[in-house]
């Protein structure tokens, strides 16, 4: 029996219970290239997670949260990466990964749910579009490299557009009240197969809300996850995950650390279940804007403008670098005197990451992504 990875999904067949059907085999694809784009949805604190400890206004502004970075990898003269990503300091030692500073999209203002949308759809105004960048990319793929999925609970808009991605989560109804969930439960329970269905399928949604729980296995377990969907042959080679709880207002240091550990796991259970896959993988992390460059009274810090962003994988050409042109943490050279001010567009960014991965012209990439800036 041969079945394809999307009749699999769409049946309610995960990876992980493929193995109970005798004689399944995948389908197989055409190409080794894999991309998998992780959202921090929150606003991810790029001032902590590539500290630039090298700036003599790092110390003042940060105060309390200045010491966040002690111990981490000395990444060159001006920046520091934060200690709870040790996985991915010694993936930029072997220069599989790139970090990219001061870095934003086209949105200045300070709402999460604009920001997310600008960040996926690509668009030059806010809910312009109906379609994703990841979207816009899949028909400049040959066939076989189209497969795409989003480990979410509804399709998100990144890889929406003519090709459609499948989505790996616990249900696209509207949420159940508890009586409902009590009784799929009981229905459920002691199945041999369905109840091993659902029971996983709620872990993911938990999963990708909170990557940093049980002191990191969430981001390991989802790692691995994502990577048992994008191993096989005829498995996905475009991947969207999303996760949450980046938005650290308050208590930012055990926070953040935890999300930061979180996202170490799941780069380093990516890489290690992917095998000799991760040659060919780009991994991208972005998030929809940064934090304010001083920290607050409550040992947080508030919305700001650009933060950083990570290039991942076995391939990249300039992994071991940080790039940035660095704007400075003064006062005078701050956005709006708050934030930290953007100097390069991650749209070109990601466009020129995309294009050198697959071989294709940057320029007809960055049109084809961002039609409305390119």
Same mark, same amino acid.
């Given at each position: ?176 009240? +508890? #009586?409902?969930? !009590? ?5 459920? $329970?002691? /199945?041999?197969? @369905?109840? *091993?269905? =659902? ?124 790039? +940035? #042109?660095?704007? !400075? ?5 701050? $956005?709006? /005197?708050?934030? @930290?001010? *953007?100097? =390069? ?30």
């Amino acid at each position: 029996m041969i079945l394809s990875r999307r009749s699999l999904i769409l049946s309610g067949v995960t990876a992980a219970a493929a193995g109970s059907f005798p004689g399944l085999a995948y389908a197989a694809a055409g190409t080794p290239k894999r991309l998998v784009f992780i959202m921090q949805r929150g606003a991810a604190d790029g001032l902590a997670t590539v500290a630039p400890t090298g700036d003599p206004a790092f110390a003042a502004a940060r105060r309390t949260l200045a010491d966040e970075t002690a111990g981490g990898a000395r990444l060159d003269a001006m920046f520091t990466l934060h200690p709870s990503l040790a996985q991915i300091a010694g993936l930029y030692a072997g220069k599989q990964a790139h970090f990219a500073h001061a870095v934003a999209t086209g949105y200045r203002d300070r709402s999460h749910f604009d920001g997310q949308n600008m960040l996926a759809g690509g668009g030059l105004h806010l809910y312009g579009r109906e379609d994703g960048w990841i979207g816009r990319l899949l028909p400049l793929l040959p066939a076989a490299e189209r497969d795409a999925i989003a480990i979410a609970a509804a399709t998100p808009l990144a890889p929406r557009g003519t090709v459609i991605p499948d989505t790996y989560a616990y249900s696209r109804l509207p949420r159940a009240d +508890a #009586d409902l969930i !009590g009784r799929l439960t009981t229905f459920y $329970h002691g /199945g041999p197969l @369905l109840q *091993p269905l =659902r029971d996983s399928a709620i872990r993911t949604r938990e999963l990708a809300g909170n990557i940093g729980g049980n002191n990191g296995r969430n981001g390991a377990d989802l790692g691995t996850l994502a990577a048992s969907l994008m191993r096989p042959e005829g498995g996905a080679r475009v991947m969207t995950i999303e996760t949450g709880g980046w938005d650290t207002h308050s208590g930012q240091r055990g926070r953040l650390g935890a999300q930061l550990y979180g996202l170490d796991q799941l780069i380093g259970a990516l890489r290690t279940g992917l095998g000799p896959a991760w040659s060919h993988t780009l991994a991208i992390v972005a998030t929809e804007f940064g934090r304010a460059i001083e920290a607050n009274s409550t040992g947080g810090t508030d919305h700001g403008t650009a933060s950083a962003a990570m290039l991942l994988g076995g391939g990249l050409d300039n992994g071991g670098e940080v790039s +940035a #042109d660095w704007p !400075g943490l003064g006062a005078a050279a701050r $956005h709006e /005197g708050q934030g @930290l001010r *953007p100097t =390069r567009s991650l749209e070109i960014m990601v466009a020129n990451a995309v294009a050198h991965h697959y071989a294709l012209d940057p320029k007809r990439v960055m049109a084809t992504l961002y039609p409305d800036i390119g």
